[in-house]
């Protein structure tokens, strides 16, 4: 039997249906659980649990058909019911979520039918239009009743690998043909040694510092995050247009990239990246013009001296500290004040920014892969999300809710794309950057990478 050492930050996992974008955690539950389909780059889909789905004409019926072979870990064959078992569970107000997303997916399933019709067919009927539901089923693992009462001794779920030994810093997974050892090691510099070594097969969670170098190969996996600060809309100097445009020209994103995250991100030219369907390559990202800045910001009436306050958690990202002190450098050029607000508790700083009380802007990773759910939970006022932080523009509203609207996945992608280049030019975010996700690759696994969102998955 094969057998692949992995190293990273956490090996964490807890239960399967708590939102979470955390990589670490995901790659391990990748590997154990299967969702009803899987998205992949550009909002492309793959059967998994389920074998085909429909959606109807008013984009409000989904029907999936259940794979009839696939069969849980303990030897009980999957069927429907315990699809509809894990949408309504996820759905559940109990199902806790990390970092301020808790009730995130119940918001989209709520009040919808979730029925098996037969043993291998599910059906979901939504209360309103949503043609991009098959977005957010990706995230969700099916687990039967009986893989949640197992729950947290044994975890029971239809993929490729069962979970045989599960510690705070050791993961042992099994296949007939592999075994994954996953082990803790929150050092990075000791994660990119082991491998250099040959004492670990795959070192991730890479910080952009050991981005080339010394440890076989350093694999770069394109994600889904976004790396900006979101504006407050609501109240304070950023309800005015002119200022958002300015920060956006006032910051050179190109010297970012290189000197705090060492070339491993791409510039951001909307709140979308590459993998996301709507995305617009052709959209223009802001070019670094100081002149252009102090000309916007004449042009809104702000002065000079004017004080901008911007929020930062201390970790996650990671950078958002150095990120701050550069940016504070880049508005100060143009006759800008800076007050930098660090929060300490990353869960407490997510609620903060949930809950509007924040400053002018707040360092954010926004991650999910579904732009439905990017358009929904942080822009349309209609719906003002979670993470909606004041944003009003009618024709954008409009847009995204003939999107939902229609079933075609082309119509609705370019109706996306329209939506796309309005965002860019009402700049409710700083627009950063998409960061790379990077794992040390050993010579044991010379025709391996990473899953194209970069998870582990084997």
């Not at 929150?186 to 080339?212: M, T």
């Not at 959209?283 to 000309?295: G, L």
């Not at 306050?309 to 143009?334: H, K, S």
């Not at 999107?403 to 860019?424: E, W």
Request: aromatic residues 8%; contains cysteine; charged residues 25%.
């Amino acid at each position: 039997m094969d057998t692949v050492r992995i190293l990273q930050p956490h090996v964490n996992i807890g239960d399967p249906h708590v939102t979470s974008d955390d990589a670490d955690r995901l790659s391990i539950l990748g590997n154990v659980f299967e969702p009803l389909l899987r998205v992949s780059e550009g909002g492309a889909f793959t059967p998994c649990v389920a074998e085909s789905w429909s959606l109807s004409e008013d984009a409000c019926s989904w029907a999936f058909a259940i794979k009839e072979d696939k069969v849980f870990h303990d030897g009980k064959p999957c069927r429907a019911a315990d699809v509809v078992f894990s949408l309504r569970r996820i759905r559940d107000e109990n199902i806790a979520g990390e970092l301020g997303t808790g009730g995130v997916i119940k918001g989209y399933l709520e009040g919808a039918d979730i029925e098996h019709d037969g043993a291998l067919s599910v059906r979901i009927r939504t209360p309103e239009p949503m043609a991009d539901l098959a977005d957010l089923l990706g995230d969700i693992p099916i687990l039967s009743e009986r893989s949640v009462a197992a729950l947290p001794d044994d975890f029971i779920g239809t993929g490729s690998f069962r979970i045989r030994e599960s510690s705070e810093d050791r993961v042992v997974l099994s296949s007939d043909e592999k075994l994954l050892i996953w082990n803790a090691e929150p050092d990075d510099d000791a994660r990119i040694e082991a491998v250099r070594k040959g004492e670990a097969d795959v070192a991730s969670n890479l910080p952009p510092r050991l981005s080339s170098g010394s440890a076989g190969r350093v694999h770069r996996s394109t994600t889904s995050v976004c790396a900006a600060f979101m504006f407050n809309m609501i109240e304070g100097e950023a309800t005015n247009r002119h200022l958002r445009r300015a920060l956006n020209l006032a910051i050179d994103v190109d010297e970012l990239i290189q000197d705090v995250m060492y070339g491993a991100a791409d510039p951001l030219n909307g709140p979308l990246t590459r993998r996301h369907a709507g995305y617009d390559s052709s959209v223009p990202t802001w070019s670094y013009d100081p002149d252009a800045a102090i000309a916007e910001l004449k042009a809104g009436g702000i002065g000079d001296g004017t004080l901008i306050t911007l929020d930062i958690p201390a970790v996650l990202p990671d950078e958002a500290p150095q990120l701050a002190e550069r940016i504070a450098e880049f508005l100060e050029a143009v006759g800008l004040r800076t007050e930098v607000r660090i929060e300490s508790d990353r869960t407490n700083y997510a609620l903060r920014v949930r809950e509007k009380r924040i400053g002018e802007a707040a360092c954010f990773d926004s991650s999910p892969s579904s732009t439905f759910r990017v358009y929904r939970e942080k822009f349309h006022s209609g719906f003002a999300g979670p993470w909606w932080l004041g944003y009003r523009n009618v024709s954008f509203d409009q847009l995204v809710d003939e999107g939902r609207k229609t079933p075609d996945p082309k119509n609705r992608t370019a109706l996306y794309r329209q939506a796309y280049s309005l965002l860019r030019e009402d700049a409710p975010w700083v627009f950063l950057y998409n960061p790379l996700r990077l794992a040390a690759i050993g010579n044991q696994l010379e025709h391996w990478n990473p899953s194209s969102g970069g998870l582990l998955l084997f």
